[in-house]
């Protein structure tokens, strides 16, 4: 029987996903604790309905990535003589900027606070395997 996973199933498969199963684990099991429903001409049409959704959401995720890496952002930090910076830019630091730049749903990929002056690039996570990169200029005052 073709069913339409509502949850994910160790074993069978994760959510909104088509699977067949055996007639009698389908109704006496997946559908009795909705955890799946028939795969019927509604099962269809939710599933199509969800991948659409799925896919506009996943296309504002890259437009937003393509808009990300066209934009530098930049911080001032003080510095000593010999070039020698005071103080890092932080993960919680670069957040920010990008919630004024409108950019609520990424996270950041930063293991270390950025110490060094000059250019870096900083992996941003969105949501749904979409991946972009953040370039962060830092100069001295």
Same mark, same amino acid.
């Given at each position: 029987?073709?069913?339409?996973?509502?949850?994910?199933?160790?074993?069978?498969?994760?959510?909104?996903?088509?699977?067949?199963?055996?007639?009698?684990?389908?109704?006496?099991?997946?559908?009795?604790?909705?955890?799946?429903?028939?795969?019927? +001409? *509604?099962?269809?049409? !939710?599933? $199509?309905?969800?991948?659409? #959704?799925?896919?506009?959401?996943? /296309?504002?995720?890259?437009?937003?990535?393509?808009?990300? +890496? *066209?934009?530098?952002? !930049?911080? $001032?930090?003080?510095?000593? #003589?010999?070039?020698?910076?005071? /103080?890092?830019?932080?993960?919680?630091?670069?957040?920010?900027?990008?919630?004024?730049?409108?950019?609520?749903?990424?996270?950041?990929?930063?293991?270390h606070p950025i110490k060094g002056t000059g250019e870096h690039l900083v992996d941003v996570s969105f949501s749904k395997g979409v991946h972009g990169t953040m370039?962060?200029?830092?100069?001295t005052e």
């Amino acid at each position: 029987m073709l069913v339409l996973l509502t949850a994910d199933v160790r074993g069978v498969g994760r959510r909104h996903e088509l699977k067949e199963v055996a007639d009698g684990y389908a109704r006496n099991f997946l559908i009795a604790k909705k955890l799946a429903i028939p795969a019927d +001409e *509604k099962g269809i049409a !939710t599933k $199509t309905e969800h991948d659409l #959704k799925e896919k506009v959401e996943i /296309g504002k995720y890259q437009n937003e990535a393509r808009k990300l +890496e *066209k934009q530098v952002f !930049t911080f $001032t930090m003080k510095a000593g #003589k010999h070039g020698e910076v005071f /103080g890092s830019v932080t993960k919680k630091d670069l957040e920010s900027a990008l919630n004024e730049k409108g950019v609520k749903s990424a996270e950041l990929m930063l293991e270390h606070p950025i110490k060094g002056t000059g250019e870096h690039l900083v992996d941003v996570s969105f949501s749904k395997g979409v991946h972009g990169t953040m370039r962060v200029h830092i100069k001295t005052e």
